[in-house]
């Protein structure tokens, strides 16, 4: 019995899948675990510390993060995988060599780096976050040190989260966030009391360790080997000349990245968390169903790209799917910010000034969403082609335009934190909205109407959605009906005893319970929109509801057209 359980573990573990849908569909319920997580964590922070300290806990992560996202996600989500995906099918041997080489390539530039920010981490944070004392930056340099050594864990778990991606084993790479997470929330809990702000540092290289140790086991089994060989052939050299725009890109992002520190610190000390709350809110969509499809579907966009009827045919059923669920949970957070704030973050520490400041961030975000989600998948669509100059060329003129942004909004309009976010969310839309005419006029010949029309829907139905749950959210806050706010200013309340029908949201119940009713009413009068006005993904998302309770093996859930052959690889080999 116990081996025939482990066993099933070990199928679920190792199993591929072969279609966008049920790629997709496996990694939105391993965000969902991980960004959960991931607010879980954020609300053990603000437990133990006030955004005054938190601030400098998110501003250390600046500089890792910078070196990181240049080194790592620059290279592997546009070129390591389009690259090792097509190699091996046709050479298995030569695909393990390539990934070893690029490993030790990686490890090479972290350990230059790590030398870099050990000696110029102060001077460098002088000069990006010039709102902070002295004390503080010198606190942020020590925990900047502390927290480089994690990424090292990083650079290598990266590489094994190509292979496994690139051979449509999502699960166990969707599960190393999950296990990051856990390990700054024990780090925070455990170490606090006597550490301070460096217990959730240590828990972060304890979360790195093991987001590379849960991805090590399947790798191996698979193949991958650790070799300290760096060949610079063509394939490896192939792989950093596809890398190379994207590379670019992502150092501008993150050029953006201290724009936003950089003038977050001018606004207050604690702009920062406030900023990095409400971003931390706003990502749980864009991960879970922008990123989610965006990263499932790049397989097979690129092993579909010389077949360009099947490519767009790929790329506009994932976009559709992507609307439909992304926005009316934009919806969502727009109409309901301060109760989410307050339910995620409200914390005795956490003030009620606090939680104004992070809803309005959220807000400013919200709007952005589904632009954010739609990105990632348009570029992802240039990368499958072998294009990645394109959607980089786009991005940084967005950039520049978000940094431009960042400076009116705060050094001129004198905005209050959340004038960054909104920078961002105009950015945003100029970046999708190019790649989307773009990608039309590269596998259509031309924008075509009728490609907006199934989009105009989901918007139609969200918006009618968002106007209900904001009057429903008013009219049963007890609030709302004291302080004659809003809508309810000139309303006559003379002979209406509302306490028999509004809830005190001063009580997390009342609040919870009111969040949910107003969440309910405004999803189930999207579904009945969308039913009226014919959405396909409607009919798309309740057929993969009932197949995935049905189907024994969920992650096999249903036979696309889209379904490509396995691997030649030999899964079941040890």
């Not at 490993?103 to 944070?125: D, E, K, W």
């Not at 002088?126 to 709102?131: D, I, M, T, W």
């Not at 918007?459 to 007890?478: C, I, N, P, Q, R």
């Not at 009342?510 to 969040?515: A, E, G, Q, S, V």
């Amino acid at each position: 019995m116990v081996n025939k359980i482990f066993k099933k573990g070990q199928d679920l573990l190792t199993s591929s899948q072969n279609s966008v849908l049920s790629a997709a569909t496996l990694i939105m319920i391993m965000i969902i675990a991980s960004r959960v997580l991931g607010l879980v964590r954020q609300r053990v922070l603000a437990n133990f510390f006030i955004p005054d300290e938190l601030s400098l806990f998110f501003a250390a992560f600046r500089l890792p993060d910078m070196i990181f996202e240049v080194l790592v996600f620059g290279t592997f989500s546009s070129a390591f995988i389009p690259v090792f995906a097509k190699l091996i099918a046709k050479d298995e041997k030569e695909a393990w060599r390539v990934s070893a080489s690029v490993t030790n390539i990686g490890a090479l530039f972290y350990l230059f780096f790590l030398i870099l920010v050990f000696f110029l981490a102060t001077p460098a944070y002088k000069l990006f976050a010039p709102g902070y004392s002295l004390e503080q930056i010198l606190i942020i340099s020590k925990l900047t040190k502390v927290l480089f050594l994690a990424q090292g864990f990083f650079i290598v778990s990266y590489v094994l989260t190509g292979v496994l991606e690139s051979m449509r084993k999502f699960l166990v790479p969707a599960l190393a966030p999950i296990f990051y997470n856990l390990g700054i929330i024990i780090g925070t809990i455990l170490l606090a009391p006597r550490m301070g702000l460096m217990a959730p540092v240590v828990g972060v290289v304890f979360g790195a360790s093991l987001h590379f140790l849960i991805q090590l086991p399947l790798a191996l089994k698979l193949g991958f080997r650790f070799s300290f060989r760096i060949n610079l052939d063509e394939k490896v050299r192939r792989i950093g000349k596809l890398a190379l725009p994207r590379v670019v890109e992502v150092s501008f992002m993150q050029l953006s990245k201290l724009a936003e520190l950089f003038f977050a610190s001018l606004v207050s000390t604690a702009s920062y968390t406030f900023y990095t709350f409400g971003n931390s809110l706003q990502v749980l969509p864009v991960g879970l169903f922008g990123t989610s499809i965006a990263k499932a579907a790049l397989p097979t966009l690129a092993l579909q790209s010389d077949d360009r009827d099947k490519f767009a045919k790929t790329l506009w059923k994932s976009l559709y799917e992507m609307t439909f669920l992304i926005l009316p949970i934009a919806t969502f957070l727009l109409v309901l910010r301060i109760p989410v704030v307050r339910l995620v973050y409200g914390t005795d520490i956490f003030t009620w000034e606090a939680t104004v400041q992070t809803s309005m961030v959220l807000s400013a975000f919200a709007v952005s969403i589904i632009f954010q989600a739609a990105s990632a998948l348009l570029a992802r669509a240039f990368y499958a082609l072998h294009d990645t100059k394109t959607p980089v060329v786009i991005s940084i003129s967005c950039i520049l335009v978000n940094i431009l942004l960042d400076f009116v909004f705060i050094s001129i309009v004198n905005t209050e934190i959340w004038g960054l976010a909104l920078a961002f969310s105009i950015a945003s839309f100029s970046q999708a909205t190019l790649l989307y005419f773009l990608i039309n006029k590269r596998i259509n010949g031309g924008f075509k109407i009728a490609n907006l029309v199934p989009l105009l829907k989901h918007l139609f139905a969200s918006f009618t959605s968002g106007v209900a749950m904001f009057f429903v959210l008013k009219f049963f806050d007890k609030w709302v009906w004291v302080k004659k706010l809003s809508f309810l200013g000139k309303v006559d309340l003379s002979g209406i005893v509302f306490e028999k029908f509004v809830l005190d949201t001063r009580y997390t119940t009342n609040l919870l319970i009111l969040t949910l009713l107003v969440a309910f009413i405004g999803g189930a009068l999207y579904l009945i929109i969308s039913y009226i006005l014919r959405a396909q993904e409607l009919w798309i998302f309740i057929r993969l509801i009932k197949q995935f309770i049905k189907r024994k093996n969920p992650w096999a859930l249903v036979k696309e057209k889209e379904q490509i052959t396995p691997t030649t690889v030999d899964t079941s080999a040890s």
